[in-house]
């Protein structure tokens, strides 16, 4: 919701060859307001912004060129998710705002985006999507281990050690609801270093309530979208000690999941935003036997991480590789996806 991660990623889809280089573009405020918007009503307000979310992802792919000073003709092919304003995989609808066609006019690149519809269509989650990434990149990590991905919503990859031992699934609100907490009461869409959430306490009551949602029983593969969860166990509490009981939500439910992995894992690499917020990762230790450390103490780059997936996704829908497992959405069998769109006219 806070802007676009774009990553450069040399791959064969299969192993990962070489990351290249990673730049995140804020959304302005009012662009990041009206994307909130669309969430409450994406019928009406979505269309609207189709056009500027793809203006923006172009002017994110230049600034990756620029930076990694890489020219396009040596990009073979871009990795477009759009942004998620619509997840009801129980509906056979999933909903991702962007114009592949439009962005492989502008950029002049192949993009292939997509990636959802067909999973979700054959009677998946369509989510999470990037646990086949992480399984390349824990080709040398003892088994099993775990990646975690702490961005709006939290999802596990628990990776084991056969190459069918792949299981994911959403383990709740990571980042979500403590941003719009923070917003709300400190006009910043960030717990800046935990220390909101450090001041306060942990209301149990509004923790237990929290935890009760009926999401927590259902066992994976499941999927979450954003407005499946709201703020009002909290909406009493003081900025402190609400900050504090939606950190410790995050952390608990994600200790939770372990009750859904064949063995616990040996160690779990941690990327997306939530790494940052040092209370978060401390409070995730407390309830977690084995080493909990950012991805960096591994070698990856945390921040890059999601974006790179959907590089590697790319590569591997264009190939006919599957992206998506029984394990990881639940679809039928292993799924390929995502739809290719050229550099040129509209393509029916």
Not at 47 to 54: G, R, V
Not at 127 to 146: M, Q
Request: aromatic content about 8%; glycine content about 10%.
């Amino acid at each position: 919701m806070d802007g676009i991660d774009a990553a450069l990623l040399w791959t064969d889809g299969e192993r990962v060859a070489e990351p290249r280089g990673f730049v995140f573009r804020p959304y302005p405020p009012d662009f990041r307001a009206a994307l909130s918007g669309a969430l409450q009503a994406p019928e009406e307000r979505a269309p609207a912004l189709e056009k500027a979310l793809t203006r923006h992802h172009v002017a994110a792919v230049e600034a990756l060129l620029r930076e990694t000073s890489v020219p396009p003709e040596q990009i073979s092919l871009a990795g477009f998710h759009g942004h998620t304003v619509l997840h009801r995989p129980r509906e056979r609808r999933t909903w991702q705002l962007g114009d592949g066609q439009a962005l492989a006019a502008s950029i002049g690149v192949p993009v292939a985006g997509d990636f959802r519809r067909a999973d979700v269509a054959a009677g998946g989650e369509g989510a999470p999507l990037a646990p086949v990434y992480h399984r390349a990149l824990a080709a040398d990590a003892a088994k099993p281990c775990a990646f975690l991905n702490l961005g709006g919503v939290a999802n596990v990859t628990w990776i084991g050690p056969g190459e069918a031992d792949l299981i994911a699934f959403d383990t709740g609100p990571a980042n979500m609801l403590l941003d719009e907490w923070a917003l709300r009461h400190r006009g910043k869409p960030i717990d800046e270093g935990g220390a909101l959430a450090r001041a306060g306490a942990v209301d149990r009551a509004a923790l237990q309530a929290l935890l009760a949602a009926p999401y927590f029983a259902r066992k994976p593969p499941k999927s979450l979208d954003r407005l499946d969860f709201d703020l009002g166990a909290v909406e009493n509490l003081s900025p402190q000690d609400g900050a504090a009981t939606l950190t410790a939500f995050t952390a608990a439910s994600v200790a939770a999941a372990q009750a859904h992995m064949p063995a616990p894992p040996l160690a779990w690499f941690v990327g997306g935003g939530g790494r940052h917020n040092p209370v978060l990762m401390e409070v995730l230790q407390e309830q977690i036997t084995a080493p909990v450390e950012p991805v960096e103490t591994y070698g990856h780059n945390g921040d890059a991480l999601e974006a790179e997936a959907f590089a590697y996704l790319a590569v591997r829908s264009v190939r006919g590789l599957p992206i998506s497992f029984p394990g990881t959405t639940g679809a039928p069998w292993p799924l390929t996806g995502g739809r290719l769109f050229l550099p040129g006219p509209s393509q029916s």
